[in-house]
């Protein structure tokens, strides 16, 4: 019910169990000492204000991306990443988000306060919420002519292209650098189609970017000059 934790100081962490499909208003407001929750698997619906003042709040985790991204929240305060930033995968910190292909929506508040690099949205994505949170200085990667390349650009985030073979295409938007003649490298994408190559031609500093940017989702090999 309502109120149900409302100031528990003893409570440290919570592990929602499957047979729960929702989280009352003010459930667990004020409980300081809370530092770690667990959310199921299933979509549950999050009332306002549930976490409100959980200020020592540092781990959230979840099975799964698709498992994050059906959560429903009612509210900024609603979303535990309202005070932990920091999203886990079962026990690895994430600090980019493949969204997989079966989420056709961001929802409000999904990302309120998560600190991650990048976003890798599919052709699937046809909504955001204008209040999903998707920060202007995340990177989202997705495919040319997608809804989800169209709101990067309308919402100014730095962003990176797909062709329609899943191969990267080197948008001038990152780090606003024009493709050089200096040296060619074979870009291997592994995202949607694992094996796909594409070649380009950058500079020193468009590597250093490259590699910034997109971290483990590309491998950089030297080509033929």
Same mark, same amino acid.
């Given at each position: 019910?309502?109120?149900? /934790? ?13 047979? @729960? ?10 409980? +300081? ?5 667990? /959310?199921? +698997?299933?979509?549950?619906? *999050?009332?306002?204000?549930? /976490? ?18 059906? *959560?429903?929240?009612? !509210? ?11 999203l886990y995968i079962g026990k690895k910190k994430i600090n980019?988000?493949?969204v997989p292909d079966s989420i056709t929506s961001i929802g ?16 699937? @994505? #046809? ?11 995340v990177m989202i990667i997705a495919k040319e002519g997608s ?21 990267? *295409?080197?948008?001038? #938007? *990152? ?6 003649? !200096?040296?060619?490298?074979?870009? !291997?994408?592994?995202?949607? #189609? ?6 380009? !031609? ?24």
């Open positions: 019910g309502m109120c149900t /934790f409302q100031g528990c100081s003893s409570l440290e962490k919570v592990v929602i169990p499957d047979s @729960v499909n929702g989280i009352s208003w003010r459930a667990f407001s004020g409980c +300081k000492s809370l530092k770690d929750i667990q /959310f199921p +698997k299933h979509s549950i619906h *999050i009332s306002a204000y549930a /976490f409100e003042g959980c200020k020592n709040l540092k781990r959230v985790s979840v099975v799964d991306i698709e498992s994050w991204l059906n *959560i429903q929240f009612a !509210s900024p305060e609603s979303n535990p990443m309202f005070y932990a930033e920091r980019e988000i493949v409000e508040y999904a990302f309120y306060n998560c600190d991650i690099e990048r976003l890798w949205l599919p052709e699937s @994505v #046809t909504d955001i919420d204008v209040n999903s949170y998707i920060d202007t200085k809804y989800a390349l169209q709101y990067a650009r309308k919402n100014g985030n730095l962003y990176a292209e797909l062709d329609n073979f899943g191969q990267s *295409i080197i948008s001038e #938007t *990152i780090s606003n650098k024009v493709l050089s003649e !200096s040296s060619t490298w074979e870009i !291997s994408c592994k995202f949607k #189609t694992p094996n796909t190559k594409t070649t380009a !031609s950058i500079s020193q500093e468009q590597e250093i970017a490259l590699k910034e940017a997109f971290g483990k989702a590309i491998e950089l090999i030297p080509g033929k000059s």
